[in-house]
């Protein structure tokens, strides 16, 4: 236990010299900012600093009809020449390269309707089936029915 507590005392001491340093820290922030704001109410006489304060203007995308103007613009930016890989890897001759917009077939115009319907076209397909067995069952019967009326009547 006593580890314990002499580890959590010296996190509590490093804890508060970090505080410390930090409130000194935001001192000295804010006696250099109170004296910035005494010197500003003072009037200053060079004009270097005037020169400084204007904002510079830099043209990049623009050129400007003013020739004082024009010394301020930009040289466009030179892009470092970038070599592709891929590019640069040829493909082994063995391999053959189709093209893949050659096998593109556009769909047929009714393509929708076709999806739309599809179950009713099924469940219509399994009606004509049984339909068609039934009919044929019929025939079937008749023939034996004829079949039989033939050995009755021969007998």
Request: hydrophobic share 30%; charged share 40%.
């Given at each position: ?104 077939a556009p769909k047929k115009p009714n393509w929708d309707l076709r999806r739309d319907v599809q179950k009713k076209l099924d469940k219509l397909e399994r009606r004509t089936q049984k339909a068609i067995f039934q009919l044929m069952e019929e025939q079937q019967k008749q ?13």
């Amino acid at each position: 236990m006593t580890a314990e507590e002499d580890s959590m005392e010296q996190a509590a001491a490093a804890r508060r010299e970090r505080l410390k340093a930090l409130r000194a820290a935001k001192e000295l922030l804010s006696n250099t900012d109170e004296d910035s704001a005494q010197d500003e109410g003072k009037p200053e006489e060079s004009e270097e600093t005037d020169e400084q304060m204007k904002p510079s203007v830099k043209f990049r995308n623009y050129l400007p009809h003013d020739k004082q103007l024009q010394e301020s613009k930009l040289a466009p930016p030179v892009l470092p020449k970038f070599e592709d890989p891929v590019a640069a890897a040829a493909p082994p001759p063995s391999e053959k390269i189709e093209d893949p917009f050659v096998n593109i077939a556009p769909k047929k115009p009714n393509w929708d309707l076709r999806r739309d319907v599809q179950k009713k076209l099924d469940k219509l397909e399994r009606r004509t089936q049984k339909a068609i067995f039934q009919l044929m069952e019929e025939q079937q019967k008749q023939n034996d029915a004829e079949v039989a009326a033939e050995e009755n009547g021969e007998d």
